[in-house]
DNA sequence: GAAATTTTTAATCAAATGATTAAAAATCTT
DNA sequence: AAGATTTTTAATCATTTGATTAAAAATTTC
């Protein structure tokens, strides 16, 4: 083949007539062994300063067979990105919408359901926030379909709320609090913890405590007396 | 010279009798140029993502001159970080000493101080959050260094505080709804922006207001009901 | 079981990148 | 102004790194 051309590879799946799925547990297909070992790395150290080598060694296997798969380092990253921002969006959104309960009851479980999340997933916000900076406009988009139906009603209802005095905040406010009080302590931690001299199993224990306490610190600052 | 041998370049100021700097406003020293230059990349994009040429060409200098005035990339980049989080910590500890204010003034001297330092520096948090996450251990000493009196100072009046009765509140939480509630928006700026649909001016308006609202939230947190 | 197809590997390429060198230009010393 | 020293540059080096290739190994198809 000449230089410089390229040509299309077979990419498993394309004319693969290929069936069978290996669902053993313990035994991942090879494709999905890349995309854990590039997520893992992706997500601890960045898209600069993950080195597809870095991949392939951490999924035990060949570099060649990390382009064979995703065709570029590019791909595979963007792909990762994708799953990690759908992931944490609906994480934070998912609890949204349940009318059938009170605002009070509804915050409790969001607080709940997203600490919950990070205490899993501890690396993903920072990763997301760096994707953000590095690259706002691709992620536009991303956020408008994933949560655009979520945050368009709970808007309307935080707005509806304070039209009626019940609320004395703005909307800006109140995701800044709902959030920055959830999310940062996780993207904080490692100083947080340094500063206050707190070990991992008391963060823990502290993180636990906060399921109960943002809750009722969110309901507090959203009061008129408070705003 | 033989090949793989390193000497030891002449160094500025290491035996140069130049006693001379340049004072003129607007036109600094090459050092100098060369250090703001890696210091807004290294700020933006993180190590990995910065290229030494991508520095050179900021400052307007010869690729070969960035080593010659600091030696490697690694050199450089420790000499801005330290900088940088030397300038963090400080802006963020420097008014917990005043002890002639009343609690919540102080509270509100911070907040001010640190929302107007932030407005100043918006790249700053998540640069450090990286490096401490990609480095924890080199920042352990640092930590303690620069911020240990004004901890151990604010720490003993925070536990003596809970004693009294007049706090209810783990130190752990405080300082970690104080850091939130004011480094979080600049942290999620693009993301907060877009799901509240904010712009840059009433962004702006919105961090002016938490001046005063952070500190009365704050204080609410505090109280026993609170907690 | 043989041929076809897919998956995997070792070797290598080409571009990017941090760093060095030798010489030119600028500045300082006397 | 002459010589010494410092600063700057163009060219080049060596390594890293993302990607490709050709062949071997494994699997599927018939």
Redesign the interface.
């Known amino acids: 083949m000449e230089r410089g051309k390229r040509k299309t590879p077979a990419r498993p799946g394309a004319s693969a007539k290929r069936t069978k799925v290996s669902t053993t547990a313990g035994t991942e297909s090879t494709e999905e062994r890349i995309k854990e070992a590039a997520r893992k790395l992706f997500t601890q ?5 993950t080195r597809t080598r870095d991949i392939a060694n951490e999924a035990g296997i060949n570099l060649a067979l990390l382009n064979y798969y995703f065709r570029s380092k590019q791909k595979l990253f963007d792909l990762v990105m994708m799953e990690n921002f759908r992931k944490f969006l609906h994480g934070m959104t998912i609890n949204f919408q349940d009318k059938s309960l009170t605002m009070e009851n509804r915050l409790e479980k969001i607080v709940t359901a997203y600490i919950d999340f990070l205490t899993e997933f501890p ?1 993903l916000p ?1 990763f ?3 994707e ?3 690259n ?1 406009s691709r ?2 988009d991303k ?1 408008k379909k994933e ?1 655009g139906p979520a ?1 368009s009603q709970f ?1 309307k209802e935080l707005k509806q709320s304070k039209k009626e005095g019940k609320i004395a905040l ?4 109140f ?3 709902l ?3 959830t ?3 996780f ?2 931690r ?3 913890q ?3 001299e ?1 070990g991992d199993e ?1 963060f823990n224990e ?1 993180m636990q ?2 399921k109960k ?1 943002v809750p ?2 969110l309901k ?2 959203m009061m008129p007396a ?2």
Do not use: C, S, Y
């Not at 703005?170 to 406010?173: G, S, V």
């Open positions: 150290k960045g898209f600069a300063a690396d920072l997301i926030l760096n953000i900076r590095g706002p992620i536009a956020v949560i945050r808007f703005d909307p800006f406010h995701v800044a609090n959030v920055g009080l999310v940062f302590p993207v904080a490692p100083l947080l340094r500063v206050t707190v008391q502290l405590e906060r306490l009722i610190w507090m600052m408070g705003g």
